[in-house]
C-alpha cells in the first residue's frame, strides 16, 4: 500500500485545533500503555542500563514490526537511542513514521535534544485536559491530540515536549480508567474506583496566557 500523504506542519487557522472531536464518536479510547508495552520498554530499559543499546534497539523493533500500528511510547523510545548512536537513516525513517501517524512535529536528528514547548504552552489543550480530567472523555481528548485523522485537511502538531507530556497523562489516565485488580481481594475493602477523583492537574499558566476557548 502507498505510503500516507505527510500532513504539512501547520498552527494556523486552517488547521484542525489539537482534541477536535472525531467524526465517528464512538470510537473507542486507544490504550497507547499496555501491558505488553510496558514490558518490552522495560525490557529495553535494562539492556541500555548494560550498555547493550543495539539489543534495545532489535527488541523495540519487534514490538514495532509485529503491531498493527506504530505505539508513540515505542517511537520515543528508539528516536531517542538512534540519535545516542548517530543512526540518521533509521532516525528519520521512524521520523517520517511518526509524522504519518501522530499529531508531533519531531525535529531532525542534529537538534532532536530542542524539544520545545511543553503543554504548559498549550493553554487550550491544557484547560481541556484540567475540565476533562479523569473522567473517561479525557482519554478521547487525548486521543485527538496524539493521532492524525485520516483527512487531507491540515492538521496542527504538539512540539516534542508537549507531546511526551500528553503521552504520560496519556499512560496515567488509562491506569486510573483500568485498574489492575489484586490478586487476593481484602474482606470489606471496597473495589478500586475507576474514577481518582483526588489526582488532580495542577499546572500553572503563564500570567499574559489569554483565556482558553473550548476544543
Known sequence: AAPMALPARTAGVNAAPL???RPEATVAPVQINLESVQDVRQQADFFVSLGQND???HMLNQHLAASESPNPLICMDLLGLYQQAGQVAEFERLRDVCHRHFRVQVPDLAT???EGRSLVGYPDVLTALTRLWPEEPVL???DNCIFLKDTPK????LELAAFRDLL???ALAEELAHPVAPVVAA????????KVNE???DFVLPDDTPPAKAP
Open 199 to 201: 489526582l488532580k492537574l
Open 187 to 194: 474482606a470489606n475493602k471496597p473495589a478500586k474506583s475507576s
Open 154 to 157: 491540515p492538521q496542527s502538531r
Open 55 to 57: 539489543r534495545a534497539i
Open 140 to 142: 478521547a481528548f487525548m
Open 19 to 21: 482534541g477536535a472531536p
Open 168 to 170: 504520560t497523562l496519556h
Open 112 to 114: 532532536f535534544q530542542q
